[in-house]
């Protein structure tokens, strides 16, 4: 009996691991515990960038509020977001930067703009293009500045009244409605808006009845290879708009004046 005790410690010494063996194991351990943790860490990292980018994505085309236009945005209808910080956007929607290919004042001078009209700025976000309308029209005239945002509203009221501009007036529209008055003004202009209406059709028949006898409709929107605008498949051609100012009733034409990344459409009353 003793004797098998002997054998029996010696095949568990023997299968028993040395200090060496269990250091070994123990370096193990900690290999697999490492190699756990850099996934973990690659997998977070991963997660992180997938966030960024979005984020980075939503910059460049931010989901926008009814009715805004900057570089990206416009009327709701694909997308619902609410703006409650306007100086935010306005640093960049109203930057000088800009200018260059938005062309601001070739627009102005397209329309043909005259002292004492009555014209409106459909989608006015954070007002870039309000200056260049209130001067158009001189004190006698007036501009409309839409939005169906009130955060934007309130903001365009502080900066017009800040920089001495009387003759523009806030107005809420919602997704259906301009919220102006029958034949009441002589001239529209949406930009970077007109992608995001729905019934764009009717919709246009709205307009065409906003507008006074001989008035007119300015449309801006993104060419199909703009570097910026909305995706791809809210993008319209401007034969598009063409078809659905016709179907509310205007005489309507793409207009020669050549925009970096944008085209120019008019439709008359």
């Known amino acids: 009996m003793s004797h098998r005790v002997t054998l029996l410690f010696a095949f568990v010494r023997s299968r028993a691991p040395t200090s060496r063996q269990r250091q070994f194991l123990r370096n193990g351990a900690r290999m697999r515990a490492l190699r756990s943790l850099s996934i973990v860490f690659l997998t977070l990292a991963g997660i992180s960038m997938a966030c960024r980018s979005a984020a980075q994505a939503d910059e460049h085309h931010p989901k926008e509020p009814p009715m805004s236009h900057d570089e ?31 062309q601001p004042q070739a627009i102005i001078d397209a329309m043909e703009l005259e002292g004492a009209m009555k ?28 939005d169906t945002e009130s955060s934007m509203l309130s903001y365009i009221d502080k900066q017009m009244q800040a920089a001495g501009l009387s003759n523009v007036t806030t107005v809420q529209a919602d997704a259906s409605s301009s919220g102006l008055q029958e034949q009441s003004v002589d001239r529209i202009l949406s930009v970077n808006v007109w992608h995001h209406i729905p019934n764009r059709g009717s919709y246009s028949q709205h307009l065409f009845e906003r507008l006074r006898p001989g008035g007119s409709v300015w449309i801006v929107d993104f060419l199909e290879d703009s570097p910026m605008g909305p995706p791809l498949e809210h993008r319209l051609p401007p034969e598009v708009v063409l078809e659905e100012l016709r179907a509310g009733g205007f005489d ?18």
Do not use: C, M
């Open 119 to 146: 014209v409106a700025d459909l989608g006015a976000g954070t007002g870039y293009f309000l200056p260049f309308l209130s001067a158009a029209v001189g004190p006698e005239g007036e501009v409309f500045a839409i």
């Open 252 to 269: 309507a034409s793409i207009h020669p004046l050549a925009l970096e990344r944008q085209y120019l459409i008019v439709g008359k009353r």
């Open 72 to 102: 990206h945005s416009g009327h709701s209808g694909h997308q619902e977001h609410r703006f409650e910080d306007p100086e935010s956007y306005a640093e960049r929607w109203n930057a000088p930067e800009r200018d260059a290919w938005q």
